[in-house]
C-alpha cells in the first residue's frame, strides 16, 4: 500500500500567521547545473498579487537558481506574447485576484483574463515552458481556468493526511509515493532524490497525458472550507488517494511541471520557536536538487526526457 509519513503536527494558527521567509538561508550549489550566460532566462510571475515573489517568499527560490547559473527576473506585467517572449521558463507561484488578497473566503475569482490564458496556452504549444504551483486553498481557485487550460484539476482545498492539519508530508521512492522520471530519477551533484517534503498544499489530477512525480497515499483527503483554515466537521472532504501534488507534461511543443505546494521550494520559519518549513527544513534536504531538475528538464537540457 502506498504510505505517506506524517511529520510532527502543530497548529494551523501558527503556520498560518507567524510563517515569514528565511531569507539567510541558501541551500548549498555544489556544482553549478549551467555554465554562466548559458543557463535559462526565468521569469517569476509578481503581476497577479502572488504569494511567492522574487524579493518575497520565493527569494531563496531565486538566489539558488541564480547560484546555478539562471537569469531570475519579476514578471510584473500581465501575460502577452511579448511578454512571455522573454522568457525560457515562467513561474506562477500562488496568485491571487484582487478580491481575494486578503479575503481568503469563497467564493475565489480567477486571477488570470481570458486573454492572459489564451496567450500562455499559446506561448507553452509553441514551445515555452511553465512552473505552475498553487498551494492550498484559495490558490487553487484563483488558477482554476488557467490550469483546465492544460487539463489540471485542482481541488480548491487542503490536501491532509487523515483530513487533519499538520507539518508536512514525506514522498518516497521506497512507497512509490515518489515516482520515476528523469526529474526524480536524476542525481544532483552526486546525490540522488529518494525522498521529498511537502507543506501541506493542494491534490490535483491531470486528465491529459502526463508523468505522475508526487502520488498522493492513502487515508488522504483534500478538506475544502468556505474560509481559509477554518474547518468542522461539516466542511467538505474529498478523497484524493492517487491524485497527485507533482507532475511532469508536454503540451505541444512545450513543457509544464505542476505542484500543489510551494513552501517546499522556498525557505521560512514558523511560530514562535521558528521551525524551518521547506528547504531549510532538515527532512526536506532533498528539495533543493528537485527543484534544480525541474529546472533543467524545463530548459530541455541534453538527455532531458
Not at 526524480?184 to 546525490?191: I, K
Not at 521551525?275 to 533543467?296: D, F, Q, S, T, Y
Request: contains cysteine; negative net charge.
Amino acid at each position: 500500500m502506498l504510505r505517506i509519513l506524517f511529520l510532527l503536527l502543530f497548529s494551523t494558527a501558527t503556520v498560518t500567521a507567524q510563517q515569514i521567509g528565511d531569507h539567510t538561508y541558501v541551500p548549498p550549489i555544489g556544482e553549478q547545473a549551467f555554465e554562466e550566460g548559458a543557463g535559462p532566462v526565468v521569469v517569476i510571475d509578481e503581476a497577479h498579487n502572488n504569494y511567492h515573489t522574487a524579493e518575497g517568499r520565493y527569494k531563496t527560490f531565486a538566489e539558488f537558481l541564480r547560484g546555478h547559473g539562471c537569469m531570475v527576473l519579476p514578471g510584473t506585467q500581465p501575460l502577452s506574447l511579448p511578454v512571455l517572449s522573454s522568457a525560457d521558463i515562467y513561474v506562477i507561484s500562488n496568485a491571487l485576484p484582487e478580491r481575494n488578497i486578503e479575503d481568503w473566503s469563497l467564493p475565489i475569482d480567477n486571477a488570470f483574463t481570458t486573454e492572459e490564458v489564451d496567450a500562455l496556452a499559446l506561448w507553452v504549444r509553441e514551445g515555452g515552458s511553465l512552473f505552475l504551483i498553487a498551494d492550498h486553498m484559495p490558490m487553487p481557485g484563483a488558477i482554476d481556468s488557467l490550469a483546465l487550460r492544460f487539463d489540471i484539476h485542482f481541488s480548491n482545498g487542503f490536501a491532509l493526511f487523515e483530513g487533519k492539519p499538520g507539518r508536512g508530508m514525506m514522498f518516497t521512492r521506497m512507497h512509490e509515493t515518489l515516482r520515476p522520471h528523469w526529474i526524480t530519477d536524476t542525481p544532483v551533484d552526486g546525490m540522488s532524490i529518494d525522498s521529498v517534503v511537502t507543506f501541506t498544499g493542494s491534490a490535483f489530477r491531470v486528465k491529459a497525458e502526463h508523468a505522475p512525480l508526487l502520488v498522493f497515499g492513502g487515508r488522504m483527503f483534500s478538506v475544502e472550507p468556505e474560509v481559509a483554515w477554518e474547518f468542522d466537521e461539516n466542511t467538505k472532504r474529498v478523497n484524493v488517494e492517487a491524485w497527485r501534488q507533482g507532475a511532469a507534461l508536454t503540451f505541444g511543443k512545450g513543457r509544464i511541471v505542476v505542484f500543489g505546494e510551494a513552501a517546499m521550494f522556498s525557505a521560512q520559519v514558523s511560530g514562535e520557536r521558528r521551525m524551518p518549513v521547506g528547504m531549510n527544513a532538515p527532512e526536506g534536504k532533498k528539495n533543493a536538487p528537485l527543484l534544480v531538475n525541474i529546472i533543467r528538464w524545463l530548459a530541455k537540457v541534453d538527455g532531458a526526457e
